[in-house]
T-cell receptor, first 113, second 115 residues
Framework: AQSVAQPEDQVNVAEGNPLTVKCTYSVSGNPYLFWYVQYPNRGLQFLLKYITGDNLVKGSYGFEAEFNKSQTSFHLKKPSALVSDSALYFCAVNGYNFNKFYFGSGTKLNVKP | DGGITQSPKYLFRKEGQNVTLSCEQNLNHDAMYWYRQDPGQGLRLIYYSQIVNDFQKGDIAEGYSVSREKKESFPLTVTSAQKNPTAFYLC??????????????FGPGTRLTVL
């Protein structure tokens, strides 16, 4: 079965500290992996994706994610958090010949001043 | 929110009414999707369409209907059969490359409330 897990409902971090939002996946074949961010009452915004190549992917707003095939993980990271990064983050996966995405349940990131 | 528009932003429905949510995209994407999001929850797929005049049920299609008469448009009707329709509805579109579905781009959403 195809699935995505975001094990933390909420992550709290102080402004200026590094942040990590975790994601693990289960999909047959080579996955396409994505991170999205959602601000209140808004649609999801695309942050970054992994398709192939370098395991470290850089995206918008200083975010990056590391693909780890052996651990089937795709954790989102940022070296220095901003208060404006506070939002809901979703991980998603798409497998070969899959016509739909599988989304995680979301992780709420709280960055405190 | 890219080239995807959803209207209206807020919608109120009385018991027993059907309502239609609009979704339009100018990205020339083949695939379009409808999701439902409830407070504190993730996204649940309602319907999706890979090409014009074809669509498939997602995980929670009961009480909903769609049409795909044009590539740019994928309206969602919430019927009176949907007993708990109060939620935030998101439309998305994507291209399909080399067997995978590439990045989905989302509209700004419609918040539906049952009175």
């Amino acid at each position: 079965a195809q699935s995505v897990a975001q094990p933390e409902d909420q992550v709290n971090v102080a402004e200026g500290n590094p942040l990590t939002v975790k994601c693990t996946y289960s999909v047959s074949g080579n996955p396409y992996l994505f991170w999205y961010v959602q601000y209140p009452n808004r649609g999801l915004q695309f942050l970054l994706k992994y398709i192939t190549g370098d395991n470290l992917v850089k995206g918008s707003y200083g975010f990056e994610a590391e693909f780890n095939k052996s651990q089937t993980s795709f954790h989102l990271k940022k070296p220095s958090a901003l208060v404006s990064d506070s939002a809901l983050y979703f991980c998603a996966v798409n497998g070969y010949n899959f016509n739909k995405f599988y989304f995680g349940s979301g992780t709420k990131l709280n960055v405190k001043p | 929110d890219g080239g995807i528009t959803q209207s209206p932003k807020y919608l109120f429905r009385k018991e027993g009414q059907n309502v239609t949510l609009s979704c339009e995209q100018n990205l020339n994407h083949d695939a379009m999707y409808w999701y439902r999001q409830d407070p504190g929850q993730g996204l649940r797929l309602i319907y999706y369409s890979q090409i014009v005049n074809d669509f498939q049920k997602g995980d929670i299609a009961e009480g909903y209907s769609v049409s795909r008469e044009k590539k740019e448009s994928f309206p969602l009707t919430v019927t009176s059969a949907q007993k708990n329709p109060t939620a935030f509805y998101l439309c998305a579109s994507s291209i399909k490359t080399s067997g995978h579905t590439d990045t989905q781009y989302f509209g700004p959403g419609t918040r539906l409330t049952v009175l």
